[in-house]
């Protein structure tokens, strides 16, 4: 079966990332079509295992249905990684030790981090996150930034390492770390998928102050 070749189902996809399951009369507000565009999305996106239909009581109690992405879905934007991430993953997490496992993924970060840096720069705030949110999109993973905002976060729409996340939430603090390099700030994940949320939220805080050398 194809994957999704229309740029519209790939907006519907996108903004059932960002709101979550949504009834056909959301998705029509939303996208500004109308009823029998959206159904005819639908019915592709289902037929390709990408979305679901559930159920839900409705005013009075009248059943409605809404539409959500399948683990499929979610998968994804992630699926590029390869057994060998894995297996490596796996003998971090066999680490006993809580502060050498923690001193090996602050490595895996700052690794990461040098990676990027020299697309990410030194320079502001907004243009940092703008330039993380360009190499994610180039990675296939959507996000948003919000840099003005009085809390400035970063929304990842989509996990970057789905089968990771669902076996360890350390690879959250991984990102969480990377966040920091790249952008020199104190970062809280103020809201994770993993507990429910339909994205990932990095908030941004305080600059990280250098350690004074003794």
Request: proline residues 6%; glycine residues 8%; hydrophobic residues 40%.
């Amino acid at each position: 079966m194809s994957t999704v070749t229309e740029s519209s189902d790939g907006l519907l996809l996108q903004l059932l990332r960002r709101q979550g399951p949504m009834s056909i009369s959301d998705l029509v507000a939303a996208m500004s079509v109308t009823a029998t565009a959206v159904r005819q999305r639908l019915s592709r996106l289902m037929t390709q295992g990408l979305i679901a239909r559930e159920s839900f009581k409705g005013p009075r109690g009248r059943p409605g249905h809404r539409y959500a992405l399948t683990a499929k879905a979610r998968h994804q934007a992630g699926s590029n990684f390869a057994d060998l991430a894995m297996v490596m993953w796996d003998e971090v997490r066999a680490v006993k030790d809580p502060e050498v496992r923690r001193g090996l993924l602050s490595r895996i970060a700052q690794s990461l981090a040098a990676r990027y840096a020299g697309e990410v720069g030194e320079g502001p705030l907004p243009e940092r996150m703008q330039a993380i949110t360009t190499i994610f999109a180039e990675r296939g993973i959507p996000l948003e930034t919000a840099p003005h905002a009085a809390q400035p976060s970063l929304t990842v729409l989509e996990c970057p390492y789905p089968e990771l996340a669902e076996k360890d939430r350390g690879i959250c603090a991984v990102e969480k770390l990377l966040f920091e390099e790249l952008l020199d700030r104190d970062v809280r994940l103020s809201q994770c998928r993993l507990d429910g949320h339909h994205c990932c939220e990095f908030s941004a805080g305080p600059a990280l102050i250098a350690a004074t050398p003794t």
